[in-house]
């Protein structure tokens, strides 16, 4: 049984930075790779960042390009997101998830666990 614990969240002014972590158990961790999405109130579940399992490669939504970073320890079985120029439509609670398939994937449906999620909330 895998699990996730997501940590990191909180409230933080525009234009502020967050660093969220993700710590993992269970299954070997280094073997898949790892997701961030996030989901505000009233919409769908929203992908943000993906890591390979060896962190050389890396791809992110849209709207967090160029603002956010994700990066893994595989040594800790932590993956971190940086957070940077945060904007109030960044307030989401944030999940971690662990992927199924050994390809980065953008889809929810194609990771297997998935943490409790964090509360992120970016004030104007």
């Known amino acids: 049984q895998v699990q996730l614990v997501e940590s990191g969240g909180g409230l933080v002014q525009a234009g502020g930075s967050l660093r969220l972590s993700c710590a993992a158990s269970g299954r070997t961790f280094s073997r898949y790779p790892m997701g961030w999405f996030r989901q505000a109130p009233g919409k769908e579940r929203e992908f943000v960042a993906a890591?390979?399992?060896?962190?050389?490669?890396?791809q992110y939504g849209d709207s967090v390009k160029g603002r956010f970073a994700i990066t893994r320890d595989n040594a800790k079985n932590v993956v971190h997101l940086q957070m940077n120029s945060l904007k109030p439509e960044d307030t989401a609670v944030y999940y971690c998830?662990?992927?199924?398939?050994?390809?980065?994937?953008?889809?929810?449906?194609?990771?297997?666990?998935w943490g409790q999620g964090t509360q992120v909330t970016v004030s104007s």
């Open positions: 998830a662990e992927a199924g398939t050994m390809r980065l994937t953008t889809l929810p449906r194609l990771y297997d666990y």
């Open positions: 890591i390979s399992w060896s962190g050389s490669s890396t």
